[in-house]
Each structure stands twice: as structure tokens, then as C-alpha cells.
């Protein structure tokens, strides 16, 4: 997978905002699913990897999910939130934050105030810019192949998935598909290079 992230490495494209204008409307469902589709994973692999269970980052992304509606107009509004992408993060990681406390709070059986941690004295992964980056862009990398999959012939898109994803040899892959190097090649390259403007789109969409 970082083979291909390097692949397919673009120069910063700055967040656009016609998206996030729509998510302004509770009712744009199609906007709705696109942004979840789009950051749910992201937000989950962040939440796994700050020692949350399965279930505890399925409510984080519910959380999150529902952080995001609340304050899209605050964010439009005021640009000393910063980019999206580190709104976001933050957003994240207070409600990783929030179930560590949960989850301190039943194994103590305490509930009085004296026993609330502060977010900044929660060690998380998620508190490190440099694994939130990484996460950020492993998932437009995957939100952007699932898009393409869809897009391309089967056939296309299987010599891709085996010779790019899953580090087959060439010669392995021709021999398996039935077809010669060069259309293995040849599929690669249009793949990939339908994945890179998938990316784009995504990062100027956001």
C-alpha cells in the first residue's frame, strides 16, 4: 500500500469548501453519505489504534459523525479552526478522549468529579500528528479505490488489485488472467492513473 501512496503522491491541493457547504443542510442526505463513506474508516482506524475496542470506535465514529453536524456552520464560519483535515482530527480525538473516560469511569465504578482526566493527560496514537497524517492519507487512497472499482472493467481493475495491491509478479498475473505483460501494464497505468484524479477530486471535494 505505500508503494502505491507513492505512486500516486500529489502536491497539497488546498480544502474546498462546496461540500461542507451542503453538509449545512441536516437534510442533504446524499452529502451525508458521501462524507461518511468518505472519512468513516479513517476515523475508526485512528480510534483501533488509540487501544479503543471495536465497539467503543464504532461510537466514536457515531460521535464524531455527529460533532461534525453540530458545529459545520461554526467551522465555515470561523477560519481560525484551521483546515478541515486538523478540525477533524481534533474533533476525533475528543471523542476517543471521551471513551477512554467512559471506560475509566466503569472500571472504577466512579463517577464523582474529582476522577475527570483531562484530555491533554490521555496518551493516545491518535494525539500524534504524524500517525493522523498517515491515516488521513491511507484513507482517501482507499476511499478513492473504491470509488474506481466500480468504474473500470473487472478484468481492468483485477490485474491492478493483483500485480499493485497484492505485489504478484507480472509474469504471475499474465499467466493467471490469461492475457500477455503488456495489457498488465497497460491496466496499471489506467488505474492508477484514474485513482490519482479520484484523489484530487477528493481532497479539493473536502
Known amino acids: 500500500m505505500s508503494q502505491l501512496m507513492t505512486l500516486l503522491a500529489e502536491d497539497p491541493i ?6 461542507l457547504s451542503r453538509l449545512q443542510n441536516w437534510d442533504d442526505q446524499e452529502s451525508w453519505k458521501d462524507f461518511f463513506d468518505t472519512y468513516w474508516r479513517l476515523i475508526y482506524s485512528v480510534a483501533i489504534k488509540s487501544g479503543l475496542t471495536e465497539t467503543e470506535a464504532q461510537d466514536v465514529v457515531q460521535e464524531t459523525i455527529i460533532s461534525v453536524a453540530k458545529d459545520v456552520n461554526k467551522f465555515k464560519r470561523d477560519r481560525s479552526l484551521g483546515s ?29 468529579q474529582e476522577e475527570f482526566v483531562p484530555v491533554e493527560n490521555i496518551p493516545a496514537p491518535s494525539d500524534n500528528e504524524a500517525i493522523w497524517e498517515e491515516e488521513w492519507q491511507a484513507n482517501l487512497l482507499e ?12 478484468e481492468h481493475y483485477q490485474m491492478f488489485d493483483l500485480y499493485v495491491l497484492k505485489h504478484w509478479p507480472v509474469t504471475r498475473v499474465a499467466k493467471t488472467l490469461g492475457v500477455n505483460i503488456g495489457q498488465v501494464y497497460l491496466a496499471k497505468h489506467r488505474v492508477a492513473s484514474l485513482i490519482k484524479k479520484e484523489i484530487r477530486a477528493l481532497e479539493e471535494r473536502w
Not at 488546498?14 to 461540500?19: F, G, I, K, W
Not at 476511499?143 to 473487472?154: G, L, N, P, T
Open 84 to 112: 478541515f483535515k486538523g478540525w477533524l482530527r481534533n474533533l476525533t480525538r475528543w471523542r476517543i478522549a471521551d471513551a477512554l473516560r467512559k471506560r475509566t469511569r466503569r472500571d472504577d465504578h466512579a463517577t464523582s
Open 14 to 19: 488546498p480544502t474546498r469548501y462546496s461540500l
Open 143 to 154: 476511499a478513492a479505490i473504491d470509488r474506481v472499482k466500480h468504474r473500470v472493467k473487472e
